[in-house]
């Protein structure tokens, strides 16, 4: 039997998502001790795990190196792969939304071209284009995106909120609400087919746990 192949997202996600895959009946238990290894295998359930950086998760799936990913639907909007989406996870729960100064509100809502940082020049896209009908200048940052608009970088930004502490901390608030994020789970088209009996197992046997 072939392993059927996972590419988790490395970071606050793995543990939530092996303690589901176990309820579940899947395990790893090479998983649990504490290490930098980047593939675990559990010889006995033929089950292999990746750990891969949140953007590339949709790339080891559309390629077929992974049959499913486990990544949030962030990723999965500004990446745009051609994947299967089946399952919510209901983890990692947060929001993309578009924050700022206070004072930006006005500005945002009278159609001002702003400048807006964001690791997520796709989404910030859309939503401007889309569903505001504003023009904006996107600027692409990877990270701590929250420090753009303190420093003048940016206007706004359109970031993850979670627990809303990084905008607290750093005096912006919310401005506007974009899209409920989740973590998902995606299918690689070929193994859909190639492996479905199994893969429909773990599906039934996930969406039992949610
Ligand atoms: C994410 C996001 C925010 C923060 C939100 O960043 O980009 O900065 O978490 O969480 P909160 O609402 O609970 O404060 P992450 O920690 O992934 O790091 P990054 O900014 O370097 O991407």
Redesign the pocket.
């Known amino acids: 039997m072939e392993y059927l192949t996972f590419a988790l997202t490395k970071g606050r996600l793995v543990e939530p998502t092996m303690q589901l895959l176990e309820n579940a009946g899947f395990t790893c238990s090479e998983m649990k001790i504490k290490s930098r290894k980047l593939i675990f295998i559990n010889e006995k359930q033929k089950l292999k795990f990746f750990l891969a950086k949140a953007s590339d998760v949709p790339t080891y799936v559309e390629y077929g190196v992974a049959d499913i990913g486990v990544v949030g639907k962030d990723i999965l909007l500004e990446k745009k792969r051609n994947l299967y989406e089946l399952l919510n996870l209901k983890l990692g729960i947060?929001k993309m939304a578009i924050a700022g100064p206070i004072s930006m509100k006005e500005k945002l809502n009278q159609g001002f071209p702003l400048r807006v940082a964001t690791?997520y020049p796709n989404i910030a896209t859309d939503y401007f284009y889309h569903k505001r009908k504003q023009n904006v200048e996107i600027i692409k940052l990877?990270?701590?995106?929250?420090l753009a608009p303190i420093v003048g970088l940016s206007d706004v930004i359109v970031?993850?909120?979670?627990?809303?502490?990084?905008?607290e901390e750093n005096g912006l608030v919310v401005l506007d609400e974009i899209i409920p994020i989740s973590a998902r789970m995606v299918i690689n088209r070929v193994s859909m087919k190639m492996e479905h009996e199994r893969i429909q197992d773990l599906i039934d046997k996930v969406r039992q746990q949610l």
């Not at 990877?142 to 929250?146: A, K, L, M």
């Not at 970031?159 to 905008?167: F, P, Q, S």
């Open positions: 947060c690791k990877n990270g701590s995106v929250e970031d993850i909120v979670e627990t809303g502490k990084t905008l």
